[in-house]
């Protein structure tokens, strides 16, 4: 399990170590900000060593051991480079951070040789709070209690596809993961899109008695509508044109075991009543059958979508709501649990390097690059981490040692919100729809509210909107947005 490399992992608290007893040397042509590091570092109790030019920093190193370097970049040459390549062979523990006016992907320009010999690229001016934090875990000096790295849960270690986490968020959410599992209920799983909710669903079947069962996964919202009833309950020989043979249903195919519902949000009202009376009967109908099927098979559903919303807004059957809100997951968002994050990211990272064949050891993340992937939105949550993870292994040239930040930057995705239904934010008296918003779907969105507005009664809404009943049904009978509320 990739789990103990605490090492590299810079804790995300508050409590900032002191600097205590370490020597630190800076060196800096520009005297302001030289001066500026100077008193910061010493107010956290270090030594300090002030350097101008290149050579005052040779001859300080020739007269010090100091535990950590800080150098402007503008200040690195070849012979510098050579300097500090003998004195960290003779000093390995020396960190040398270099320090960077730039924008990150700028500096990605500096050479070969320089980047194999730096620990760290760190932004000026010099957050001294947040280097403090930095050199303490990578010198490796004691962390402040509470830090403990390696909490993951020993029950979900065992579980392939490995799921991991270490925050207080994820382990609070998963407190009853064991008994969940161990009950058989129905469970419903929430969480923003790419948080894991698929994962769980798996763990919670592996840790259940069913185990030893099928774990049928269906997807209600990728599925055409006329298609997802013969996929859930199946059909028998003739039902239709093309039935030319009896079919089961992940229902059947389940059985004994787990079935997955997965974007139970997007399933069409006309079988969510259908669902509800299987999970209430424990048997199913085959299209075009009339014997029933008895099934035995546990319920998982997930959904990215606020269902009590949806509830309110006429999209979902409160009483499937209630029958499948036995027991609740809820997944926070990856922003929400940033001390996840190395982990995963270590995690994805080694397993694209595995796929790929390449050899250990592996490049291991700079603080500097966790604390650049601690503080990005993940809007994709875990799914956008790998994504970006295995582009970066893909990418990073074979002899890197250490990931700067410059080597994550060029990868990320790009949030180009585009304007949609979903960023329209209801506010006290209005909503906001965002300039550029195409005009049917500004007029899905007005419909839409109306309803939320009249609790989905359509006349009402009607009136609201200064149309005809008659309208409304035509606009929500052939508006691909807004037909789901048509059924
Ligand atoms: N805690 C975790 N540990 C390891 N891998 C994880 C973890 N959480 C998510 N993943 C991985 O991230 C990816 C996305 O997870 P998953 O498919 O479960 O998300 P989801 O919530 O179902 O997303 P969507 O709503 O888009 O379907 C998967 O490859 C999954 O294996
Ligand atoms: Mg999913």
């Known amino acids: 399990m990739p789990i103990k490399r605490d090492a590299a992992i810079v804790p995300s608290m508050s409590e900032v170590p002191g600097l205590d007893g370490l020597t630190i040397v800076v060196a800096d042509d520009n005297p302001l900000s030289l001066r500026m590091a100077e008193e910061t570092l010493a107010g956290f109790g270090a030594r300090v060593r002030t350097a101008a030019t290149t050579r005052d920093l040779l001859w300080t190193l020739a007269r010090e051991r100091a535990q950590v370097v800080l150098m402007s970049i503008g200040l690195v040459d070849e ?3 050579e300097f500090i390549r003998h004195y960290k062979a003779a000093s390995p523990d020396t960190l040398l951070y270099l320090l960077t006016e730039e924008d990150y ?16 690229y760190v932004r000026k001016p010099l957050d001294v709070a947040r280097f403090a934090r930095m050199a303490a875990t990578s010198l490796g000096r004691p962390r402040t209690p509470g830090t403990a790295l390696t909490v993951v ?8 596809p ?22 058989g209920q129905t469970v419903l799983v929430s969480g923003e899109t790419g948080a894991g909710k ?10 259940s008695p069913r185990a030893a069962g099928p774990f049928v996964p269906i997807n209600c919202g990728a599925i055409p509508e006329s298609l997802i009833e013969g996929e859930l309950f199946g059909h028998e020989k003739g039902a239709f044109t093309g039935a030319h043979r009896t079919r089961k249903g992940k229902f059947e195919s389940a059985n004994n075991g787990t079935l997955f519902l997965d974007e139970i949000g997007d399933m069409p009202l006309n079988l ?13 109908y085959r299209v075009g059958g009339d014997a029933p099927v008895p099934i035995n098979v546990r319920v998982i559903a997930a959904t990215r979508v606020d269902l009590v919303k949806a509830v309110r807004d006429g999209l979902f059957r409160e009483d499937l709501y209630y029958r499948l809100n036995v027991l609740r997951v809820h997944l926070p968002p990856l922003s929400e649990r940033p001390e996840d994050i190395s982990l995963l990211a270590l995690h994805f990272l080694e397993r694209a390097f595995a796929e790929m064949g390449r050899p250990a050891p592996y490049p291991v993340l700079s603080p500097e690059t966790i604390y650049l992937l601690e503080h990005l939105p993940w809007k994709g949550n875990v799914r956008e981490l790998r994504n970006v993870m295995t582009r970066v292994a893909t990418f990073i040239p074979p002899d890197t040692r250490r990931i700067f930040p410059f080597h994550i930057l060029p990868h990320l995705e790009e949030h180009s919100e585009t304007p949609s239904v979903r960023a329209v934010t209801s506010g006290g008296d209005g909503i906001v729809i965002p300039a550029g918003t195409p005009l049917d779907q500004v007029e899905s969105i007005m419909i839409k509210e109306a309803l939320r507005e009249t609790g989905g009664n359509r006349s009402k809404a009607a009136k609201l909107l200064g149309i005809s009943l008659r309208t409304l049904r035509r606009k929500l009978a052939t508006s691909p947005q807004l037909g789901q509320i048509d059924r």
């Open 79 to 81: 012979q510098c480079i």
């Open 105 to 120: 992907d700028l500096v990605e320009t500096s050479l070969d040789a320089v980047k194999a010999v730096v620990d760290d």
């Open 153 to 160: 849960e020993p029950l979900v270690t065992q579980v392939k």
């Open 162 to 183: 490995y799921f991991l986490f270490r925050s207080q968020a994820m382990q609070r959410a998963l407190a009853n993961l064991q008994e969940i599992a161990a009950s």
């Open 198 to 207: 698929e994962i769980v669903a798996r763990v919670i079947h592996v840790m």
């Open 272 to 284: 969510q009543v259908r669902l509800l009376r299987v999970l209430e009967e424990r048997k199913v």
